[in-house]
C-alpha cells in the first residue's frame, strides 16, 4: 500500500478508537459534547440552516431530543458522524449518509462544517471518507449530493471526488422568501474506483 492510499483509507491506522480517517479529518461517532456547539454555530445560524434544510427552521433548545445534533443510536437508514480535524482532534463539523437504500444500494451524502473549519480542504477530505465508507464499508453501488445551486463549496468538493452534475431541479427550494435552483450530483462506484480518488489525496 502506498502513502496516499494509508492516507485516505478507512481502514488506516485511527487517531483514536472508532475513528474513520483521511487525510486531514477523522470521523467519529457523535458524542454529548459535540451537541451545543454544533447546534449553536450551525442550527441557530437562521440563514445558513434555512439553506441547508427544505423544513422551516423553528427554535429548538440544543439540549432537546428534537435537536438535529442530538445524540441518538444507530438507525438502518442513517449512518451519522461529527467531523474532527486529524492533528487536534478538535471538532470541525457532522458528516452523514442519509437516506440509505440497501435495496438500491445507495445513499445521499450530507455535510456542513463549523464557520472556523471551512475555506480549509476538509470538505473534500470529508466527502471523500464518506465515499470510501459508502461505497467499500456498506458495498454501495451509488452515492448522490444534493445542494442549492450556489453552494460553491460543496459542489466544488464533491466534484474534486468524482461526482458529476447530473441535473438541476429549478426553482425547487423555498430559502429565505424565494425559491432557488438545486443541483444534483451523483457517483456511482465503478467510477470512484477508476477515478482515483479511492487511492489518492487530490
Keep these: 500500500m502506498n502513502a496516499p492510499e494509508a ?16 487525510e486531514i479529518v477523522g470521523l467519529r461517532v457523535r ?3 459535540d451537541v451545543p456547539v454544533l447546534h449553536s454555530a450551525l442550527y441557530d445560524d437562521v440563514d445558513t440552516r434555512a439553506r441547508a434544510d427544505s423544513r422551516p427552521w423553528r427554535p429548538i433548545p440544543p439540549d432537546s431530543a428534537e435537536s438535529p445534533y442530538a445524540v441518538r443510536g444507530p438507525t438502518e437508514g442513517v449512518a451519522t458522524f461529527s467531523v474532527v480535524h486529524l492533528d487536534s482532534l478538535e471538532l470541525a463539523g457532522e458528516a452523514s449518509l442519509w437516506g440509505i437504500d440497501t435495496h438500491n444500494r445507495s445513499a445521499h451524502v450530507g455535510i456542513a462544517l463549523l464557520p472556523r473549519s471551512r475555506g480549509r480542504g476538509l470538505g473534500t477530505d470529508t466527502v471523500r471518507v464518506l465515499c470510501r ?8 453501488h451509488r452515492l448522490q449530493v444534493e445542494t442549492l445551486s450556489d453552494n460553491a463549496a460543496i459542489i466544488r468538493a464533491a466534484a474534486r471526488v468524482g461526482f458529476r452534475t447530473e441535473g438541476i431541479l429549478r426553482r425547487s427550494s423555498w430559502v429565505s422568501g424565494t425559491f432557488v ?7 456511482l462506484a465503478e467510477e470512484w ?3 482515483g480518488s479511492a487511492r489518492s489525496g487530490d
Design 7 to 22: 492516507r485516505t483509507n478507512v481502514a488506516a491506522a485511527p487517531q483514536e478508537a472508532g475513528m474513520l480517517t483521511g
Design 193 to 195: 474506483s477508476a477515478s
Design 181 to 187: 435552483d438545486q443541483v444534483v450530483l451523483g457517483q
Design 133 to 140: 465508507y459508502g461505497f467499500i464499508g456498506l458495498g454501495l
Design 31 to 33: 458524542r454529548e459534547e
